[in-house]
């Protein structure tokens, strides 16, 4: 009888698979006593690592009943205390937000063997901001935001494109205005855990909780 693996099974042995990590270290003595300060200076050290895709992070929802969800977006802002992301009001992580306004955000940077943790309340950039961005956009990006209606069932692709094909005719340089169902969200963050990989699994994890009165919190905690 043969004795191959079955075809369902990866092609790597999952329990074994092991990296370790021993790049940097993190100290709770010489983090910056801000959550969101620390985080965009982590965040400047991934972009002068050439990280790719820096600004990649997931991002997680739950539903008014409490079912979760969780999708790659990209952030888009850092001021004013908040990180922005823009998306349809129509999709499912916007009606998750809409009727749960909290949300959880996840950076995994491998080439510095660092993740980054966020939890928050979520609120609607103004109308300003979201036109501001939707008209820096690549003008196919554009069309394709007012083609797609993100999340919801559609026939085949080729209706998308017929639909894309149709904006395009009408707006051939990509000047259309923005659609009432697309703009962006700020996450005002509450938690922040910087989490760097160290040898033996006995990795770094340095957590920020917002206090009433403002400020942070910081603590150490076990990997």
Same mark, same amino acid.
């Given at each position: 009888?043969?004795?191959?693996?079955?075809?369902?099974?990866?092609?790597?042995?999952?329990?074994?698979?092991?990296?370790?990590?021993?790049?940097?270290?993190?100290?709770?003595?010489?983090?910056?006593?801000?959550?969101?300060?620390?985080?965009?200076?982590?965040?400047?050290?991934?972009?002068?690592?050439?990280?790719?895709?820096?600004?990649?992070?997931?991002?997680?929802? =739950? $539903?008014? *009943?409490? !079912?979760?969800?969780?999708?790659?977006? @990209? /952030? +888009?802002?850092?001021?004013? &205390?908040? %990180?922005?992301?823009?998306?349809?009001?129509?999709?499912?992580?916007?009606?998750?937000?809409?009727?749960?306004?909290?949300?959880?955000?996840?950076?995994?940077?491998?080439?510095?063997?660092?993740?980054?943790?966020?939890?928050?309340?979520?609120?609607?950039?103004?109308?300003?901001?979201?036109?501001?961005?939707?008209?820096?956009?690549?003008?196919?990006?554009?069309?394709?935001?007012?083609?797609?209606?993100?999340?919801?069932?559609? =026939? $085949?692709? *080729?209706? !998308?494109?017929?639909?894309?094909?149709? @904006? /395009? +005719?009408?707006?051939?340089? &990509?000047? %259309?205005?923005?659609?009432?169902?697309?703009?962006?969200?700020?996450?005002?963050?509450?938690?922040?855990?910087?989490?760097?990989?160290?040898?033996?699994?006995?990795?770094?994890?340095?957590?920020?909780?917002?206090?009433?009165?403002?400020?942070?919190?910081?603590?150490?905690?076990?990997?």
């Amino acid at each position: 009888m043969s004795s191959s693996k079955d075809p369902l099974e990866p092609a790597v042995d999952l329990p074994r698979l092991r990296t370790e990590y021993s790049r940097k270290l993190l100290d709770e003595q010489d983090v910056d006593r801000d959550g969101l300060q620390q985080f965009i200076r982590w965040l400047n050290e991934a972009l002068a690592a050439k990280v790719n895709e820096p600004n990649a992070m997931t991002l997680a929802t =739950a $539903s008014s *009943d409490g !079912l979760p969800t969780a999708r790659i977006v @990209l /952030l +888009k802002g850092v001021d004013g &205390g908040d %990180l922005s992301f823009f998306t349809n009001y129509q999709s499912r992580k916007s009606q998750d937000l809409e009727n749960n306004p909290r949300a959880a955000l996840v950076f995994w940077w491998p080439e510095l063997e660092r993740q980054v943790r966020i939890e928050g309340t979520v609120r609607h950039t103004s109308e300003r901001e979201s036109d501001d961005y939707f008209n820096v956009r690549p003008p196919a990006a554009r069309l394709g935001a007012a083609a797609s209606a993100q999340s919801q069932p559609i =026939a $085949s692709r *080729d209706e !998308l494109q017929a639909i894309y094909n149709q @904006l /395009l +005719k009408q707006y051939p340089q &990509g000047n %259309l205005p923005r659609p009432a169902h697309w703009g962006g969200y700020r996450v005002r963050p509450t938690r922040f855990e910087f989490w760097q990989g160290r040898p033996s699994r006995l990795h770094d994890r340095i957590e920020y909780i917002l206090k009433d009165a403002g400020g942070w919190t910081i603590r150490r905690l076990a990997p």
